[in-house]
């Protein structure tokens, strides 16, 4: 079902979001997860929010969001066999993604035509299936998402939301993830990594590369499995990784985690606002943190660091 809603002005739409925009968070907070007897924090050293979806932090800011109806995009892209993904995520995402709040799906895909049928989407949300001519491929893709993310913001998302959060298609929500997340530039802290010193992060260590970071620059290590925003910093964020990446493409250079390399050197450039913990990106393995609460879940990743990955991303 497509639902057509009724956008406010542009008037209301700038005022609405400028107390949106506002600062929700204050003071130093940690709290104590049922599972943990070691103290967890909730601010990062900048001051954003470190964001565990039941912390009273994360209560006071859903709150404050309640009344504010921003409308979100989740953009996802799913090319060649990573169409199978989707069902699972939509249907996870309609039943634990920004309840009662406008979504609107943007799925980007080679093939429109064999996705599977529409599902029943719930009330003021919406799917929009855009056509791209794209090559399968997560090496391929990793360096061709931000241009394409850049265009679609650029060209329709940013007329017709206010949020846009970027997902890959091998994950699933299995716990609530409402307004907590939303913040001007948003990012998620990578499981593998989380609670671990800084030089054992896989930031791009080749001096030639635009996404290089030197010793001792750097937070966390975020992971490109989520992260969004406003439209206009989100927009901002995609099109100077597209172009660092081409920068690169064109001296012959690739950084080693693809995306996830140039999304981490802009984030050291340009510092979340808000950071979502490991709930937001888990999968379970060996070296992984134990959650509280896992609230979107890798499929994908999971499948890999369990062996069951042999190139074929039909077995996930
Ligand atoms: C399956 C796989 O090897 N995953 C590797 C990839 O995980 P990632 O989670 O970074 O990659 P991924 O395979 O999930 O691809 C990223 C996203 O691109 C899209 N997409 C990708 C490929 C494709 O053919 N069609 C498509 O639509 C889809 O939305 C997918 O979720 O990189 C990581 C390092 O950063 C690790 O090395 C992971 O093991
Ligand atoms: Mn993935």
């Keep these: ?35 943990y007897s070691a103290k967890i924090s909730v601010m990062t050293p900048w001051g954003a ?13 859903r709150d404050k969001f309640a009344h504010l109806g921003a409308r979100t995009g989740l953009a996802i892209l799913a090319i060649g066999n990573y169409n199978h993904y989707l069902q699972r995520l939509l249907s996870s995402a309609e039943l634990y993604f920004l309840l009662n709040f406008y979504v609107t799906y ?14 029943k989407l719930g009330l003021n949300r919406e799917l929009r299936v855009i056509p791209v001519a794209e090559m399968p491929g997560w090496d391929r ?8 993310l850049a265009t679609i913001i650029k060209e329709q998302i940013n007329l017709e939301v206010d949020y846009v959060y970027c997902i890959d298609v091998d994950q699933e929500f299995t716990n609530p993830v409402g307004t907590e997340i939303l913040g001007k530039l948003t990012a998620t802290l990578h499981p593998l990594f989380y609670g671990k010193p800084r030089y054992v992060y896989p930031y791009e ?20 499995e989520f992260y969004g925003g406003l439209c206009s910093k989100v927009l901002a964020m995609a ?12 001296k012959g250079v690739r950084a080693q985690e693809l995306e996830e ?22 999968w379970e393995s060996p070296g992984g943190p134990k959650m509280p609460t896992q609230r979107l879940r890798s499929v994908g990743r999971q499948c890999f660091s369990t062996g069951n990955y042999n190139g074929d991303t039909n077995v996930c």
């Design 141 to 148: 893709l990793g360096l061709r998402r931000m241009a394409l």
């Design 49 to 61: 929010p470190l964001v565990w979806g039941d912390s009273e932090s994360s209560v006071w800011r």
């Design 239 to 250: 099109q100077t990784c597209s172009l660092l990446i081409l920068q690169d493409q064109d």
């Design 106 to 119: 943007y799925v980007l895909t080679d093939k429109p035509q064999e996705l599977d049928r529409p599902l």
């Design 1 to 35: 079902m497509v639902l057509v809603i009724k956008f406010s002005s542009d008037f209301l739409r700038e005022k609405r979001m400028s107390s949106v925009t506002m600062s929700l968070f204050s003071g130093v907070e940690q709290r104590q997860p049922g599972l």
């Design 261 to 282: 390399s140039y999304l981490n050197r802009y984030l050291i450039d340009h510092r979340p606002t808000c950071v979502l913990s490991p709930e937001y990106n888990w």
């Design 205 to 224: 260590s080749n001096s030639d590369s635009q996404a290089y970071v030197a010793n001792g620059e750097g937070d966390y290590y975020y992971s490109s």
